[in-house]
T-cell receptor
């Protein structure tokens, strides 16, 4: 079956570093996505990991361990505008690569 | 690149009427488009997958006669909510994916309120 788990809520301080974890179980792995979604808006693409390891994109980095079914999104030098939901998603191998989303982690950044 | 638009952004309609939502990929050809529904503080729920020129594939529990999907071209898909009821009020989001690519790009969403 398909299952994606991530924490419901996290809080962090402006300027700090936060790590948002995601564990997944999918039948046939095709990569793992991270999206950012501000309240009332559509998700925006952050990263896509297919191979193990850390990929860095500015203040955001994403890590994947396929053997452990584990990924994390690392946000550095947090800014107030980073307050949003972060969605972990994995393609479902049953045709068309539709995405199965986790419930999302609501991150609150405070001064 | 990879811009997806949705129209309208907000719509209020009366119970029993039908509403059409358009999803367009503006700068790429989308062989596959997806329609999601999202309730407040909840994650996205996939409703259906549509491929250009073929019938949409609906997820379990989604009524295909109520949520009509048409993917007439490589840049346009439409979702029509027929005979809308207050429980259909939700945030509807489309996404599009280009052939050979894995990532999906989302439209800005449509907030539907049925009174």
């Amino acid at each position: 079956g398909q299952n994606i788990d991530q924490p419901t809520e996290m809080t962090a301080t402006e300027g700090a570093i936060v790590q948002i974890n995601c564990t997944y179980q999918t039948s046939g792995f095709n990569g793992l996505f991270w999206y950012q979604q501000h309240a009332g808006e559509a998700p925006t693409f952050l990263s896509y990991n297919v191979l193990d390891g850390l990929e860095e994109k500015g203040r955001f980095s994403s890590f994947l361990s396929r053997s452990k079914g584990y990924s994390y999104l690392l946000l550095k030098e947090l800014q107030m505008k980073d307050s949003a939901s972060y969605l972990c998603a994995a393609p479902f191998s049953g045709g068309y690569n539709k995405l199965i989303f986790g419930a999302g982690t609501r991150l609150a950044v405070h001064p | 690149g990879a811009v997806v638009s949705q129209h309208p952004s907000r719509v209020i309609c009366k119970s029993g009427t039908s509403v059409k939502i358009e999803c367009r990929s503006l700068d790429f050809q989308a062989t596959t488009m997806f329609w999601y529904r999202q309730f407040p503080k909840k994650s996205l729920m996939l409703m259906a997958t549509s491929n250009e020129g073929s019938k949409a594939t609906y997820e379990q529990g989604v009524e295909k006669d109520k949520f009509l999907i048409n993917h007439a071209s490589l840049t346009l898909s439409t979702l029509t909510v027929t005979s809308a009821h207050p429980e259909d009020s939700s945030f509807y989001i489309c996404s599009a994916r280009a052939e050979g690519r894995d990532e999906q790009y989302f439209g800005p969403g449509t907030r539907l309120t049925v009174t």
